[in-house]
C-alpha cells in the first residue's frame, strides 16, 4: 500500500528533505518515483540522493506527471510505501524476453505465499509485444494473482532509458513490483464501437499489411467514411487518427489500438499488437461531454467494495487519450477527482496500459485508458 505521496522539485534538497521525513516515520520504506521526459536528465540526482539514505528506490519516466491540477512536466512524484516492495528490473527484452522474464517473476513470487498478489508492470513502451509477451509469462507462471501496469518512456516514442532502481536506468524493458495488498485496480475507456467488423488478414506484432485481404490503410480510410463522414488522407493520418483507433474484438469486450504510423506500403503501425486474423471494429473516441469513463470507473469501484472516498487516487492516464481531448484531458481527471471524492490524485501520463481480465486473472494490454487504484488512509 501507498501511504504517502508528494510531488517535489528535482532537486537534491527538496528531494533529501522529504525522503528523511518519511524515514523517520517508515524506517523500511520504499519509494517509486514518477519522472517526467523533461527531467529525464535528472535521474542520477534522484538516484544519487536516494542511496545516500539508503532508501530503496525504484521509478519510471513518462511523458508528464497526473497531478490534482491537472498535468505536470518538472519535478517529480515520489509514492511512499511503508515497506519496500520486491521488485525485478529486466532489460534487454529482445533477447529471449519471454523466458527471461518468467524466470525473473518466479523468483519474485517464490518469496511471498500469500495470494492473491498483485504484478504491477512498468514496461517501456518501445517493446513491441507487451500484450503476447505478458501472456506467454502468466502461462509459466504458478498460482493466482491480478495485474494492472502502464507503459513509459517518451511520447515521441522514440526510444530512451525509461526504468530504473538505486543503481541502473535501463531501456527495452520492464520493472515488476509484488503489490501484496494492492486494492482494487480499474481500468477503463468508454469508447464507441462501429458497425462494420472485418479482420486483420494479415499482421504481425503492431504491424497491420492488410485487412479483408486489402491495404489496411485503404480499408481504414473507407471504414471511417462511411461510418463517420471523415476522409482520412496521407496527410492528416498523424491528425486525425488518434480520434478513430481500432478495436480488437474479444470474449468479453473491445481492447482499444491506436494507429500511430502509416507505412509506404499502406500497412498501418499501432500501440500494441494486433493478433493476426483477430477481428477488428474501428471505434470513436467519445466526445468529452459524452463520456462514460469516469461514471464506468465509479460504477466498478462500487461493485469492488472500494470505499466511496479513498484517501487518494494513483491516476495513470493514456497520451493518446489527452490527444484527443485536447484541454479537455485536465477536465476529465478534475471530474474524476471530484466523482471519487478523493484528497488527493497523483500519477503520469501513460503509453499503454495493463489490467487482468479477472475471471481468469489473465493480463490485458489496453490504449487509450485510464488507470485508477485508490489508496486508503495509512
Known sequence: MIVAQQCVPLQPDALRQQLEAWQARWPSLGVMALVPEAEHAQVAVLQATANALNVALVGAVFPALVTDTGFATSGVCLLCFAQAPAYVLVDQLEQQGDVRLAHALQDLLRGDAAEPLTLFTVFDAMVPNIGSLMESVHLALDGERHYVGVSAGSETFQPMSCLFDNQRLVGNGVLALLLPDAPKA??????????????????????????????AFSVYQEVIRQEYGVALTAENF??????????????????????????????????????????????????????????????????????????????FYCAGRRMHFGTHAADELAQLRQASGCSAMFGALSLGEMDSLEEFMFPRFHNAAIVCMPQPAA
Not at 190 to 206: D, H, M, R
Not at 246 to 266: K, N, Y
Open 186 to 215: 480499474v481500468v477503463r475507456h468508454g469508447y464507441a464501437v462501429s458497425k462494420s467488423l472485418c479482420s486483420a488478414t494479415s499482421a504481425v506484432g503492431n504491424r497491420i499489411a492488410l485487412i479483408d485481404d486489402r491495404p
Open 238 to 315: 498523424y491528425e486525425l487518427a488518434v480520434h478513430f483507433p481500432f478495436g480488437v474484438v474479444t470474449a468479453v469486450d473491445v481492447l482499444v489500438r491506436i494507429p500511430v504510423s502509416l507505412g509506404e506500403d499502406g500497412s498501418l503501425y499501432c500501440v500494441g499488437e494486433i493478433p493476426e486474423r483477430s477481428m477488428l471494429r474501428l471505434l470513436s473516441a467519445p466526445r468529452w461531454e459524452h463520456s462514460s469513463c469516469v461514471a464506468d470507473i465509479q460504477d466498478e469501484l462500487a461493485v469492488a467494495g472500494v470505499p466511496g472516498q479513498p484517501a487518494s487516487l494513483l491516476t
